[in-house]
Every structure is written in C-alpha cells, then in structure tokens.
C-alpha cells in the first residue's frame, strides 16, 4: 500500500515512513498558483519553491540574485494552489550564511508570510549553526548538499561534485551531521551515484537526488527542464517528459495565423 495514498496531506513525518517502507518520493519545482496547482492534484509528494526562480523566472544566469521578498511572493502564490503535498522553500543567498540570526529571521518570514511548510538551506559544516537555530523555532529544514548552486562562484563550473575522495568524505560527514542537526531529509545534487548510494543507505531521513543515480529516496526535476520549455538545457539526469516550447510556439503560431487571416474570433465566439 502506498504511503502516499494514505494520507490526506504529505508531511514531513510522511516522507520518514515513506523512506522506511522504500516508497520513492516525488519532488518538482513550482513557482506560481496555476502549475502548483496541477502539480498538487496530479499527486506530487513535495513541491519546492526554489531559488531556481532566479534562472527560469527572471532570465538570471544564477540562482544568486533573487531576494527573500521574491521567493516569498512566490511561495505565497504556491501555497494558494496546494492542498496536499508537502511544500518546501528555498532560502535565497545571503540570507543565512554567517548570520544564524539572519537565518532564522529569514525562515520566519517564509513561514509566516507564505503559509509554507518547511524551508532548505544549502551547506554543510558550514551552516549548522543556523540550522539548529532555524530548527529550534519550531521550522523544519530540508538540507542540500553536493553541487550547491548558490556557491557557483566557488566551484566555477556546474560539473560532477565529490568525485575526489576528500570531497566525497566531507560530503558524508555534512550528511550525518545535517540528520544530527535535526533535518527532515536532504536534496543530493549532481554527485556520482554510488556515492549517493552510500549516504542514503548510512542516514535515516530521505535523500532527494538529482542527478545523483537511483538510489536515493526520491527524485526532484525542475518543472521547466522536466516539461520541455527550457530547450538549451539537456544534462544526462535529466528525462524530458514534454516538449512545451514546440507545443506552446505551435500553438501561439496558430492563433496568430487565425486572427491575421480573420478566422479569429468567428461567428459561435463572438456576442
């Protein structure tokens, strides 16, 4: 039986027991009320608000410019169209790195101000500090760790991290230390996937991959790259389940050939 089918709404608690009896956890990104809503009535376990808004929302080439009040708008505008699933928001750079005052005050503004249900922070060692405090508000926390695309500049490119051993130990020291610190579960990104293997199989709360093989407890894509509308964007994780760009310029090309060669609107759509 499906955990998911059980309940009337995921949480945090949800996603243990489904992790305990290896039901796989479903994960997408979601920015605004419309496809939150689709994504939420089509039975996704947990939709992220991430700073991935910066890129596929506002055309930057990072996630590092978005501002605490835009991920809020954004947030805010998920939560009014989900019922059911779990939702998750990212805290955006400068937020809560150095400062767990700031980290907390930033988590709190999320929570309150947007109706969401948990927040992540990406970081290990690093950020513990204003995880616990986070934490011990009462807010949980989902962790990130691997390739952490708020530290782009650090790493200079997005490729494979924790492929050498150093990298590869402290990524299993960050991830005990995350579920001694109290996360709920964590996202593993672009890492190999026998190491992925390994770190799923050591800790006790969910891992979310991508691009982080199959064995972790669950998957997330972002929306635009999982439905086709980014068309530049095609790295080997990804499984593209849609090709909305064709779809949608087909579709606009239509009806601007309609209404040019007067077909639109015609006599059953007028008044």
């Known amino acids: 039986m499906s955990v998911n ?22 994960m997408i990104t979601a920015y605004d009320y419309s496809f939150a809503r689709l994504f939420d009535a089509a039975g996704i376990d947990v939709i992220l608000v991430g700073d991935s808004a910066s890129n596929v929302m506002a055309g930057h080439e990072t996630t590092l410019p978005i501002t605490l009040d835009q991920m809020i708008y954004h947030a805010s505008s998920v939560i009014r169209g989900v019922e059911r699933s779990l939702v998750v928001v990212d805290l955006p750079f400068g937020t809560y790195q150095g400062n767990s005052k700031e980290a907390l005050a930033s988590a709190i503004r999320i ?22 405090r986070i934490l011990a508000a009462g807010i949980p926390v989902m962790g990130h760790l691997g390739l952490t695309p708020q530290s782009i500049y650090k790493f200079g490119t997005y490729t494979v991290r924790a492929k050498e051993e150093a990298e590869a130990n402290k990524l299993r020291s960050d991830a005990k230390l995350l579920q001694e610190s109290g996360c709920f579960a964590m996202v593993l990104e672009k890492i190999p996937a026998q190491l992925a293997k390994e770190v799923s199989e050591s800790i006790a709360i969910p891992t979310i991959g991508i691009g982080a093989g199959r064995h972790c407890d669950g ?7 999982l439905l086709g509308i980014n068309t530049e964007f095609k790295p080997r994780f990804l499984r593209q389940y ?19 060669d007067r077909d639109f609107p015609n006599e059953q759509e007028q008044y």
């Not at 998957?219 to 790259?225: E, G, S, T």
């Not at 849609?242 to 040019?260: F, R």
């Open 219 to 225: 998957q997330v894509l972002v929306m635009h790259d």
């Open 111 to 132: 929570m309150k101000e947007t109706g969401a249900h948990a927040v992540k922070l990406e970081g290990g060692e690093e950020i513990v500090e204003s995880i616990k």
């Open 242 to 260: 849609l090709n909305l760009h064709e779809q949608v310029t087909g579709a606009v090309k239509h009806y601007i050939k309609d209404v040019k």
């Open 5 to 26: 089918k059980e309940v009337k709404r995921i949480t945090t608690n949800t996603l243990q027991k489904m992790k305990s009896v290896g039901e796989k956890i479903s």
